[in-house]
């Protein structure tokens, strides 16, 4: 079986657990992030999604 492919319209997001994996941080740090507004996400039942874009250029760190 063969995966259909990806709308491109359709951005490519993370759970809090994934963000915090990808970030080295906590879960919870991630809520804290989110609070502040310094991550946004998105709540989807009992947790948030971010996009992974977002995710993987905060844990780069600042943009120069």
Not at 11 to 36: C, F, M, N, Y
Not at 41 to 60: D, F, H, K, S
Request: glycine share 8%; hydrophobic share 45%; charged share 20%.
């Amino acid at each position: 079986m063969t995966t259909a492919p990806r709308d491109p319209k359709i951005p490519d997001l993370v759970t809090a657990t994934e963000a915090a994996a990808i970030l080295g941080i906590s879960k919870q740090a991630v809520h804290k992030r989110i609070d502040r507004g310094q991550l946004v996400g998105a709540p989807v039942g009992n947790t948030y999604v971010l996009r992974r874009v977002v995710v993987e250029a905060a844990a780069q760190g600042p943009a120069e």
